[in-house]
């Protein structure tokens, strides 16, 4: 099925008028020659629907407003789909989309004046890497000791600029660059956002696996 | 523990781990970290721990599935 054939009429056309912000997505990626009418929309929300939906999750807490800004994330990306190049990152695009979206329905979580305290660089190596014995990989010992429960309350505890930073890299893997793109800030202050959010989550990590016994 | 803070190499090796981990660094950097790896012990289980933890991350923090009615209530709206 394309949903994207020429001709077909938009069923969401007369939602809401066009954003700004939706109009800014040119520096996501290179356009490619890729001819319009070659992009299967269907098939990129089957690709990425997991990926929006588990992020929707950790920022908002809930699964039924994950659900709800997943659908309208979906739903404005196809009345904007003329506006994307296929070939270039769907996926970024996507998140660009919901990121916005986010932040104008949760303002209230949306701060950029959010403040964390200093915390000890490498918090969590410094206090579990001496359990790792020389040549033992962390993943399969120390760290696979932590749960999801412990990993997830550590994400949400975050204030929202360092969660969605983190999530988008460590979790969704884009670059710095593509981050960038999608929070609509410079490459600098997403590699300011992740150190400071990562050395946040490592503290939390450790005193969430701590007080659940996982590590001594 | 080494902690880094009196070696020159281990504390210019970690002011970049993070780009490291992130696979960010020009393939020069990344060789020149390799070497030093290669040779520091501390740094090497440092570098590793971090690389585990984002894994950690990645594996652990966001397990959760889309339900499968929100995917088909989605491509009914696109169906009009």
Redesign the interface.
Known sequence: MN?LAPGV?D??SAIAPIPTWALALSDMAEPTPTAPEAFD??AG??AN??A????A??MTGS?EEA?DL??ET??RA?RFRHQFQPGTNFKAWLFKIQTNLFRSRYRRLWTHEASLDDTE??Y???H???D?R?GE???ATV?DR???EE??KA?EELPAVYREA??L???E?F??KETAGILDVPVGTV?SR??RG?QR??RS?YDYAKESGVVG | ?N?GLDCPDCDAA?AR???YV?R?LTDADRTQIKRHLADC?DCQ??F???????????R????????PE??S???E????
Do not use: W
């Open positions: 949903a009429a069923p969401i929309f269907a929300v089957e629907v997991n929006l939906y588990r992020s999750l950790r699964a659900e997943v659908q979906f739903l196809y660089e490498f969590l190596y410094q579990l890497g001496p790792v020389p990989d962390p993943s760290l932590i749960g999801v990993v997830r994400i983190v999530l890299t460590d979790v893997g670059s710095y590699m992740l150190h990562r989550l490592q990590l | 523990m902690d970690r781990l993070e780009a992130d960010e012990p289980r440092c590793g721990f971090e690389e585990g933890v984002k894994t950690l991350v990645r652990k923090g966001c397990p959760e599935l889309a339900p929100l995917v209530r989605i491509l709206h696109l169906r009009g």
